[in-house]
C-alpha cells in the first residue's frame, strides 16, 4: 500500500489492513514488516484487542487443523523421506502429469512424438539457453531439485539412444551474447533440431515485469537460424 500512496507509513498500512480484515503478512524482512507495528497501533487505540483477537482466531485455527501444533509423531508425513517420495510410483505419477500438461499448438506431418526407434537412425541437435541447463528450468517459487532427478532436454533425448550434438548458443535465457555459427553448425548437420527457448526467472518471475511478450535478446535470432 505504501507503493500505491494509499498510506504513507507501515503503522498507517497495519491499522488499514487489520480493519480491511486481513489477519497475514507476506513480510518484507524479519525486522522489516507491517505487522510488526501492530503492538504499537494497539497501544495508540488505533484498533482494539477484541478486533485483534478476531483477526488471530480464524489464523489459528487453521493452523491446529493442519496439525501444526500436534507431536510430530502424530503427523504421518514426517515419516517421509526420499525412499518415498522419489519412489518409482511417485516418479512415474510425475512424469504422467508432465507429459498430460504440455500444450501442443501445431504437429504439423505428425512429426511428434519423437520414438525411441526411430531416434536411433537420425542424428538430433538441441539447441537453445534451455537445452541443457538445468539451473533455468524451474520457475519462481519452485523447491530446490535433487540434481540427479533433473532431465534437460538434452539429457533426455540421450536417455533414448538418440545421436545427439548440443549447442546453447547463448550461455543464460537474456541472450545477450549469442554464437549463430555454433547453432548454425550443430543444427545444419541433423536430420532433427529441437530448439528450447523461454524466459525464466532470470528474465520473468514476481516484481520483475516485461512490457511485451518477445523473446529475450537474440533468442528469436537463434530460432530463426536453426529453422534455416
Not at 500438461?101 to 538430433?124: C, E, M, W, Y
Amino acid at each position: 500500500m505504501l507503493g500505491h500512496h494509499y498510506t504513507h507509513t507501515f503503522l498507517e498500512t497495519a491499522v488499514a489492513s487489520l480493519n480491511a480484515g486481513c489477519n497475514l503478512e507476506l513480510s518484507y524482512g524479519v525486522r522489516n514488516n507491517v505487522f510488526m507495528h501492530i503492538p504499537k497501533a494497539l497501544a495508540m487505540g488505533n484498533i482494539t484487542l477484541q478486533m485483534l483477537r478476531d483477526r488471530v482466531r480464524p489464523l489459528f485455527y487453521t493452523r491446529m487443523r493442519l496439525g501444526e501444533f500436534d507431536p510430530p509423531a502424530m503427523n504421518p508425513y514426517s515419516a517421509l523421506d526420499l525412499s518415498v517420495v522419489q519412489s518409482p510410483e511417485h516418479r512415474n505419477l510425475s512424469l504422467e502429469a508432465a507429459v498430460k500438461s504440455f500444450v501442443l499448438l501445431k504437429n504439423i506431418q505428425g512429426t511428434l512424438p519423437l520414438r525411441a526407434q526411430d531416434l536411433a537412425r537420425q542424428h538430433l541437435a538441441v539447441v537453445g539457453p534451455f537445452a541443457d541447463n538445468a539451473r533455468v528450468l524451474f520457475g519462481d517459487y519452485a523447491p530446490v531439485p535433487e540434481p540427479q532427478y533433473i532431465y534437460t532436454p538434452r539429457r533426455g533425448l540421450e536417455t533414448l539412444g538418440a545421436n545427439v550434438s548440443f549447442a546453447a548458443g547463448c550461455k543464460e535465457p537474456r541472450c545477450q551474447w549469442y554464437s549463430q555459427a555454433e547453432v548454425v553448425r550443430v543444427a545444419g548437420a541433423a536430420d532433427v533440431v529441437v530448439v528450447c527457448l523461454g524466459t525464466g526467472v532470470d528474465v520473468e518471475t514476481e516484481a520483475r515485469d516485461r512490457s511485451d511478450l518477445s523473446l529475450p535478446g537474440h533468442q528469436l535470432k537463434l530460432l530463426q537460424d536453426a529453422v534455416q
